[in-house]
């Protein structure tokens, strides 16, 4: 547009300055052949040379359309690709209208002989893929991986076919092609994290994170992230085959070592790491970590841990329970833990004041199933069922109110 602005410019001060130099002198051109002489002005002439140039660029023109128009190769390839968009829009429509055995015949012949053959393989292979024609869809969709721009598009369909057929490793296989050839693609990407997510590779799905926070930001990916590394924390702490503790402690270890920095700093996972390692008898790392992380930010869900931790006397966490328990009296979590660990020291008085303590702070739910036992261990019978009494009354709480039967009424 700018460009055809600035030439009518160019022939507008041209035809001015042109205008005002045969104004001031119209000049004179004088033609002899033979016996024949023509004079005129040259205003007169230079004008008849521009409307004779006009005329020749309009003749080319019109010409050209005539020939265009007549010339039969041209004209039949004209008509096959207003037939092919015919069939192009006819098959679409058939393919919405559930029509997929003539929207696949109508699309195919689109695809052959049109000007857009990419959408008409793709909708092909829909059309195919809907009536069970697997062989028939997988041509469909090579020929439009042809395409300059169809690979990629092709190959997520393919992997979406074989996911909807059952064949998770054959997309799996698809889509880490795919997402190699265009680490940046949205798609292509979200379509192989969920793949990995539904097979359970976390390790997988964890080097693939880079690539996913970088497509879609840190933001979207945190709690997809934060589930991989737990579970792939889990696996290894649970990997089958694994009958020594201190092996799996070891590869533990080294994997926290990947863990993330921001992860590291998140209780919920340095509650699930250490709980691990202090069953894989590695108490004294998972209470050093515990008692650090609490020491930056507290978090009811680390006190736990210590009820995991099996090689380090019970009176020395009771010790560390109880330094807690003096900064924040009434921490039902902490209490909870300090009455299990007594429990395993064999302090039946201590560890019954630690739960009533926390029922009576909080009615905690765990609390009142504690005490309940121990009660009925200790051959408190009454005492258990005011206990088991408190536990229900919480759930009659949470109950909607309907009409019960009155034992009074006979």
Not at 65 to 71: D, G, I, R, V
Not at 87 to 96: A, E, T
Not at 279 to 289: F, K, W
Not at 323 to 343: C, F, M, Q, S, Y
Request: hydrophobic letters at 50%; charged letters at 25%; a positive charge.
């Amino acid at each position: 547009m700018k460009k055809v602005v600035l030439l009518i410019i160019i022939a507008l001060v041209a035809a001015l300055a042109l205008g005002r130099w045969m104004a001031a002198d119209s000049g004179y051109v004088l033609i002899i052949r033979d016996s024949v002489s023509v004079d005129t002005t040259l205003g007169f002439v230079v004008l008849m040379a521009l409307l004779g140039a006009v005329a020749l660029v309009v003749l080319t023109l019109l010409g050209n359309a005539a020939w265009n128009a007549m010339e039969p190769v041209r004209a039949t390839r004209r008509w096959k690709k207003a037939v092919a968009e015919r069939r192009l829009r006819s098959g679409f429509l058939q393919l919405v209208d559930g029509e997929q055995e003539k929207a696949e015949r109508l699309l195919v012949a689109a695809g052959e002989d049109g000007d857009w053959p990419l959408v008409a393989w793709l909708l092909a292979a829909e059309a195919a893929q809907e009536q069970d024609k697997v062989e028939a869809s997988q041509h469909y969709l090579e020929q439009a991986s042809t395409d300059r721009r169809g690979r990629l598009v092709a190959g997520l369909m393919k992997a979406r076919f074989a996911l909807d057929d059952g064949y998770p490793e054959q997309a799996r296989s698809e889509l880490k092609v795919l997402a190699d050839m265009a680490p940046r693609n949205k798609r292509i990407l979200n379509t192989y994290a969920e793949v990995l997510e539904s097979q359970k590779d976390w390790q997988a799905l964890c080097a693939l994170m880079p690539r996913l926070k970088r497509a879609f930001g840190e933001a979207n990916q945190a709690r997809r992230e934060r589930r991989a590394w737990l579970a792939w924390l889990q696996e290894t702490a649970r990997k089958p085959g694994f009958n020594d503790a201190d092996s799996r402690r070891d590869e533990l270890r080294k994997l926290w070592k990947d863990v993330p920095v921001h992860l590291k700093n998140d209780p919920a996972m340095v509650a699930r790491y250490a709980g691990f390692l202090a069953q894989l008898g590695g108490g004294r790392g998972a209470l050093n970590l515990v008692r650090e992380q609490l020491g930056n930010q507290w978090d009811d869900r680390l006190p736990p841990v210590l009820e995991a931790i099996d090689d380090i006397p019970p009176d020395d966490l009771l010790q560390v329970l109880e330094k807690w328990l003096a900064e924040r009296p009434g921490n039902a979590a902490v209490l909870i833990t300090a009455g299990r660990v007594a429990l395993k020291a064999r302090l039946w008085g201590k560890a019954q004041g630690f739960f009533e303590a926390a029922a009576n702070s909080s009615q905690s739910a765990t609390a009142l199933a504690e005490l309940a036992r121990l009660y009925r261990a200790l051959g408190d019978s009454s005492k258990a069922m005011s206990a088991f009494d408190r536990r229900m009354a919480q759930l009659e709480g949470d109950l909607p109110a309907l009409p019960l039967p009155d034992k009074s009424v006979p």
